[in-house]
């Protein structure tokens, strides 16, 4: 490890540098933490959608003990793909006016509703400024649509799940070249004790489509990243413990051996129609202490 690494490391963990062990510091309130995970909100003027993500941002606010930060994970507003510059601009605006009454701080991820202009019906040129991801980069992302940050001993990761598909004309789950060649870089300076958490927008793992389709039938390219095994492999000798998902809005659990794979459902339920199946309006609560997790989805109480 490179002298520079393991001071950005041990200074982000805050822990080798005093020669401790995360595990030993559960119960210490250093190391206790919480954070939400909103996903899915599909924030437009329509159908009671901004009432309904301030009702959801006054949950958040209300939360005892309350969030230290929150992360949204894409498809924030509905829709900038297939719309003109005018109204994808008043969905960001308004997006970023609602969120903006969190009492702490947000990191935004991106998911596919919110790229513009990639749908035939959009008359967004390929050269205008904030075409494709630029728009989400340029005012959610600090100029990118990937990050990484520390908190209290934790790593987090924040991926940009989504592909243009040539061959289907359409997105895809994939995480690009060009993010994996960074994602290797930002883990080597990432101590192999300290817990890490990563939020996609489209799953890396889930079982949703066995439960709808039967137990041989896989997360097709558009709900699935299709290049999962090679991301994942990226964690090896690493600590993932905690993977964020969405754009299935269901809330699903899976545990194998020290991994977490949670869905937290989504704010807007149903696309603003009521609950998703099961799953009702809602978001996810994390409780962390020390290098342990608690996952609780939480029922904001919206009602259509
Ligand atoms: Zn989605």
């Not at 901004?50 to 959801?56: D, F, H, I, Y």
């Not at 992302?141 to 209290?152: A, L, N, P, Q, V």
């Not at 000798?237 to 809005?249: A, C, D, E």
Request: aromatic share 10%; proline share 3%.
């Amino acid at each position: 490890m490179q002298r520079r690494d393991f001071f950005r490391s041990a200074a982000g963990a805050g822990l080798l540098a005093a020669g401790l062990n995360i595990d030993r510091l559960q119960g210490a309130a250093e190391h206790k933490f919480r954070f939400a995970h909103l996903t899915d909100l599909h924030l437009k003027p329509e159908d009671g959608a901004e009432q309904g993500v301030l009702k959801a941002v006054a949950a958040v606010n209300a939360l005892d003990p309350a969030p230290d930060f929150v992360i949204t994970g894409g498809d924030l507003v509905f829709d900038v793909l297939e719309v003109d510059f005018e109204r994808a601009d008043m969905l960001f605006k308004l997006y970023r006016k609602c969120i903006g009454q969190l009492d702490c701080p947000v990191y935004h991820g991106i998911g596919n509703h919110d790229i513009l202009g990639w749908y035939p019906e959009s008359d967004v040129a390929e050269s205008h400024p904030e075409y494709g991801k630029k728009m989400f980069a340029n005012r959610l992302g600090d100029g990118s649509t990937w990050r990484s940050f520390d908190h209290k001993g934790w790593h987090f990761v924040l991926l940009d799940s989504i592909e243009y598909d040539e061959d289907s004309e359409d997105y895809l789950g994939m995480i690009c070249e060009e993010q994996m060649a960074w994602l290797e870089d930002d883990l080597a300076g990432v101590d192999s004790n300290t817990p890490i958490a990563v939020m996609t927008h489209i799953a890396f793992v889930s079982i949703v489509e066995q439960l709808r389709s039967g137990a041989n039938v896989a997360l097709n390219k558009k709900i699935g990243v299709t290049n999962s095994l090679e991301v994942l492999e990226l964690f090896e000798g690493k600590r993932l413990q905690l993977v964020l998902q969405g754009h299935l809005h269901r809330d699903e659990q899976l545990r194998l051996e020290g991994r977490k794979f949670v869905m937290s459902g989504a704010i807007s339920g149903e696309w603003w129609k009521g609950p998703h199946l099961d799953t009702q309006e809602g978001f996810g609560v994390f409780d962390v202490d020390g290098a342990d997790v608690h996952y609780r989805y939480h029922d904001y109480g919206w009602e259509v």
